[in-house]
């Protein structure tokens, strides 16, 4: 068994490779996402902590009751969990006229051209570097 190193060493790899090492012999594994590879679109605030934090400690507390298949997410402002095979049925489609999607452009900082279902002909003035993700209404 692999030791854990302190200040010094990974905890994501080391706790990844000792739960692999107990899941193997049962037919299970786990994966490990390095928390820096994750990008964001706009400056951390302090609900951002909040709210990462809530849903960490959650997830551990249901993992240590031995809870499977499921995710931990947010309804409403309450923490639930959410069955996997709900999570993964299907895709989700997004409203481009709707005020989620503008709060999404508001938040982000991105152009406001592209807020409230813009018509296709306002997009195609936009440069690609302003519209990277090649949007269309």
């Not at 490779?17 to 899941?23: A, E, Y």
């Not at 993964?88 to 481009?96: D, F, M, P, V, Y």
């Not at 406001?112 to 519209?131: E, Q």
Request: charged fraction near 15%.
């Amino acid at each position: 068994m692999r030791v854990w190193c302190g200040a010094d060493a990974d905890i994501g790899t080391y706790l990844r490779d000792t739960l692999n090492s107990h899941l193997k012999s049962m037919g299970g594994r786990c994966f490990y996402i390095d928390p820096s590879y994750i990008i964001r679109s706009c400056p951390v605030e302090p609900n951002d902590h909040i709210y990462c934090t809530r849903l960490a400690t959650d997830a551990a507390h249901v993992g240590m009751r031995g809870y499977t298949g499921v995710c931990v997410g947010a309804i409403h402002n309450a923490i639930v969990l959410l069955p996997m095979q709900m999570v993964a049925s299907g895709k989700k489609t997004l409203n481009i006229h709707g005020s989620c999607w503008g709060t999404c452009v508001s938040m982000c900082g991105m152009p406001p051209p592209l807020a409230f279902g813009c018509a296709a002909d306002d997009l195609s003035k936009l440069s690609t570097s302003m519209n990277p993700l090649h949007l269309t209404a």
